[in-house]
């Protein structure tokens, strides 16, 4: 549960870093948001750092948990309700994460 909790956190700094400079592009907010989104994306990059196993395996597994995230971010901030091949994409990485991290090995 850690782990995937460490996960979902890191995938919202990561969204958060990202979105905040794209408001700024795109929809002509203040340039004052690549501030927080700069610190945004260090958050991130640090939170990948404290994930216990080998990075390439990491940043593998966090892949299907940022589908999750970006998936949830798009219902809760931009206001569009996922479909159910949304979900099913969603659901499909997440199992392929759990994969990663929580398939048995013998070192």
Do not use: N, Q
Not at 2 to 27: H, Q, S
Not at 33 to 41: E, F, I, N, T
Not at 44 to 64: K, N
Request: with cysteine; glycine share 10%; net charge positive.
């Amino acid at each position: 549960m850690k782990t995937v909790a460490l996960f979902l956190i890191t995938a919202l700094a990561e969204i958060v870093g990202c979105y905040l400079p794209y408001l700024w592009l795109r929809e002509g907010k203040s340039a004052w948001l690549l501030v927080p989104g700069a610190l945004s994306l260090a958050l991130f990059a640090w939170l990948l750092s404290l994930h216990p196993t080998a990075a390439g395996r990491v940043y593998a597994a966090y892949g299907g948990v940022y589908v999750f995230m970006a998936i949830l971010w798009l219902w809760a901030v931009d206001g569009i309700r996922p479909t159910g091949w949304d979900i099913l994409g969603s659901a499909v990485a997440l199992l392929g994460m759990a994969i990663i991290m929580f398939a048995p090995r013998s070192s």
